[in-house]
């Protein structure tokens, strides 16, 4: 099941469907005329306009929480008594943050993170000796949803406190939101132990273009890696 109907709940409905180990049987958001609601009934998707209630006593394995940090937060033992997994992709850190391929997934569930989270710790779990990591992420004004904007110092400090949870060094991390339609784009600084000179790495991210336009590749990592870490469940 999908809680949230905005674009990233849309993308992962998509991916989905796609999927050969899952079926959504559950699309919940808050109101019936939302554009996200419209999208999964044109995909004879079952929908729901009660949000959390749509959860309670549900029969799904799997629930993807798209909503945001507050919701999370709120309905945190709801979500968890209603399914066997649950991920979430908010930043509200209650569950332990998974990047796949890196770290492993928990037996009840997994938190996402943040765009940064998933598109950089890769790169840096490849460096060896950090002391310092500053990461600079500029993403497209479009792609950067009410979630995004309501939780953008949760989102800056689960960035910055996974960086170091997963590398050992200290670490900033900054958001810039441009009014540019374009790719996510990453530049990080990093001071290698015993070095004076700065390591820079630059790197663009581009999305698969299910749902959301190509340049918003920030989104679609998240929703990449969840159904990525929903499959490894199922399987």
Known sequence: AIIGSGKIACDLLVKVQRSKY????MFAGQREDSPGI??????????????????VGGLADIIFDATNAEAHQKNYEILTKSCKFLIDLTPAKLLPICVPGISKISPNGV???????????????????????????TIA??????GTRENLSEYLITTAKTIEQFTGAKAKAILVINPILQTMKNTLYCKIKGKDELKIIQFEIAG????????????????????????AYAR
Do not use: H
């Open 22 to 25: 899952l079926e959504c049987i």
């Open 38 to 55: 419209a999208f999964a009934k044109s995909l004879k998707v079952p929908t729901s306009a009660k949000s959390m209630e749509a959860m």
């Open 111 to 137: 938190n996402m993170g943040s765009c940064t989270v998933q598109a950089v710790i890769p790169k840096l779990a490849k460096i060896k000796n950090l002391e310092y990591v500053e990461v600079v992420t």
């Open 141 to 146: 004004s479009d792609s950067a949803g009410m």
């Open 208 to 231: 698969d273009g299910d749902y959301l336009d190509k340049r918003f590749g920030n989104l679609c990592v998240m929703t990449t890696n969840a159904i990525k870490v929903a499959e």
